[in-house]
Every structure is written in structure tokens, then in C-alpha cells.
């Protein structure tokens, strides 16, 4: 096979899909492509009621409205490439457009990290202090925290993107996963990749294990001032301003952990493999938790059931 290295013109990857599953593929592309479109339907929903109903300018739902706005970007970067996988069966893809759906589904699922463990500190804020709330969550503070959310998010991105795309590539360019996965293609580098495995490291400790350790903290104060509500009503009124969030936070990082947690197959001489487990279960990350998120705050949410209420007549019926 021709060496194939980043600065070449005329070599890239090949994708390999479920091309190994033939008769999953037409299922899979009619199964996410709905999906696909419920995330934009229900995330674009919920953007629009931030933005349309008064009501919800507040902190949570500020963040609420980044949060689906970072979903339709996540699942959009990766998702139509999927898509079109199905479609083709061994996608050729060039090197610049993998490094930027790298870039990008990476820079998303790290923002998304960071604007988890912000979301957190604005629900320990209102059930532990909700007296300084309005103060200590002013629009001063809590849109700094968004776009500090973004700019980190972006910042690892770029660090990694760039440390795999300086890598020489040769011989085997055959990537066996969905799309342009960053591990996935990091093991196609002929070269010593111990700095992006250290660097890796490292981030993982900053953007998972710090938001979940912030996350647990924040929630472990929470539950503390709950239960000190005396009040029956007054701990069911305060369970469900964060029940949502929680929800959502066990999904995503449970999903997270178990994709990278769960042990590699391995073939019969040992090495590493891909089976069709390893495959779906990063499109269910990057899927089906999008998908969920707006479920989950539209039914365990009032204000955001009577704003899409609201929003449907106003929008589609009026005139």
C-alpha cells in the first residue's frame, strides 16, 4: 500500500462502517437517521424556548440552551458522515476533513464535560444558598462560565488534533470505526505516540475526573440540604429543580465510562479488536444520550412543558 502521511495531497482514510454487517446497515441508517432528527428536533425546541419565553432567563436555563445547542453540534459533526457510511460501503475520507470532525466531536464531548460540572455549581447555588443565588449566579458570572466552558473544550481539542495530525501515517489507513474517532485513528500512526497517550491522560484526569469529582461534591451538599428541608413538599419541590440535571449527568458519564472502561476484544492472536459491540456504543453515546437529554427536561420540567406550550401556538397556529 502507498505510504500515506498527513501531507500528502491524494491518500486518506477508509472508513469502514458496518460494511462488515451488511444487513445491519440499511437498519442502522433508517434507525439514526430518525434519531438523528429527533435530537434536532427536541434540541432545537428547547433552544428556541430559551431564547422566545422570558420566563426561562435564568442561569439554568441559559445553560440549558448551550447545552442543546453543544448536542446538535456534537451529533452533527459525526452523525451525517455515519450516515453516508451506511450508505457507501469502505467511505474514503481525506486527512484535513477527519482532522476536523476529529477537532470537532472531540471539542464537543469535552465541553460538554466542563458544561456539566457549571450546570452542577448553579443547582448547589440554588438549593444551598438560594438566598444569594440571584446574586451569585448574575449574568456577570454566568456567562463567563459558558463560554469558559466552550473556550476549554476547544483548547483540548486543539492540542490533540494537532498532536495526532503531526503523526506519520503509513501502511494500514483502513480506520474500523463509524467515523474519524480520535483512538481510532491514533492507532493507525507508524510512530511513537506516548506523548498523545500521556497527553490523554492528562486530560482525562482534568475533564472527566475533576467535573465528576466537582459534580459529586456539589450533589453530595445538595442531597444534605434536602433532607434538612422539613417540609415533605418543600424536598419534592427541591429534588425536581435538579432531577433533571442528574439524570442527564448519570447518563452521560455512565455511557462515557462504560465505553471506555469496558475491555477490548481480542482476536485470536491476542491483539486488539474491533467487534460490532465496540462500535455501537459510542453511537449510542453519541446518539441517544442527545436524543434523551431534551426528553428528560421537557417531562421533568414545568416551566419548560408550558414555554413549549406557549411556543407552538405562538410560532405555528397564530395569524
Given amino acids: 500500500m502507498e505510504k500515506a502521511n498527513w501531507s500528502s495531497p491524494v491518500t486518506g482514510f477508509i472508513i469502514m462502517g458496518l460494511s462488515a454487517y451488511p444487513k445491519l446497515e440499511k437498519m442502522f441508517f433508517v434507525l439514526i437517521l430518525l434519531m438523528y432528527l429527533m435530537i434536532l428536533l427536541g434540541n432545537g425546541a428547547l433552544i428556541l424556548v430559551t431564547i422566545f419565553d422570558s420566563h426561562l432567563h435564568t442561569p439554568m436555563y441559559f445553560f440549558l440552551g448551550n447545552l442543546s445547542f453543544l448536542d446538535i453540534c456534537y451529533t452533527t459533526s459525526s452523525i451525517p458522515l455515519a450516515l453516508d457510511g451506511f450508505l ?48 451569585v449566579m448574575s449574568k ?26 503531526q503523526l506519520p501515517f503509513c501502511g494500514n489507513n483502513v480506520i474500523n470505526h463509524l467515523a474519524c474517532e480520535l483512538l481510532a485513528v491514533l492507532k493507525l500512526a507508524c510512530a511513537d505516540i506516548s506523548i498523545n497517550v500521556i497527553s490523554m491522560g492528562v486530560t482525562n484526569v482534568v475533564l472527566l475526573g475533576v467535573p ?11 442531597i444534605v440540604t434536602i433532607l434538612r428541608i422539613p417540609s415533605a413538599e418543600g424536598r419534592r419541590k427541591a429534588f425536581s429543580t435538579c432531577s433533571a440535571h442528574f439524570t442527564v449527568v448519570v447518563i452521560f458519564y455512565g455511557t462515557l465510562f462504560f465505553m471506555y472502561g469496558k475491555p477490548k476484544s481480542k482476536d485470536p492472536l491476542g491483539n486488539d479488536k474491533e467487534d460490532l459491540s465496540d462500535k455501537l456504543i459510542p453511537l449510542f453515546y453519541g446518539v ?7 426528553i428528560i427536561y421537557s417531562l421533568r420540567n414545568k416551566d419548560v412543558k408550558a414555554a413549549v406550550r406557549n411556543l407552538v401556538p405562538q410560532k405555528c397556529f397564530a395569524q
Avoid at 91 to 118: H, N, P, R, Y
Wanted: charged share 5%; hydrophobic share 55%.
Fill in 88 to 135: 457507501t460501503p469502505r467511505k474514503t475520507i481525506s486527512f484535513s476533513a477527519c482532522a476536523v470532525q476529529m477537532f470537532l466531536s472531540f471539542a464537543m464531548g469535552a465541553t460538554e464535560c466542563v458544561l456539566l460540572g457549571m450546570m452542577a455549581f448553579d443547582r448547589y447555588v440554588a438549593i444551598c444558598n438560594p438566598l444569594r443565588y440571584p446574586v
Fill in 140 to 165: 456577570a458570572t454566568y456567562v463567563p462560565m459558558a463560554i469558559s466552558s466552550w473556550a476549554i473544550g476547544g483548547a483540548a481539542s486543539v492540542v490533540h488534533t494537532s498532536l495526532i495530525i
Fill in 212 to 222: 465528576v469529582l466537582f459534580i459529586s461534591i456539589s450533589y453530595a451538599f445538595i
Fill in 288 to 294: 441517544v444520550t442527545p436524543m434523551l437529554n431534551p
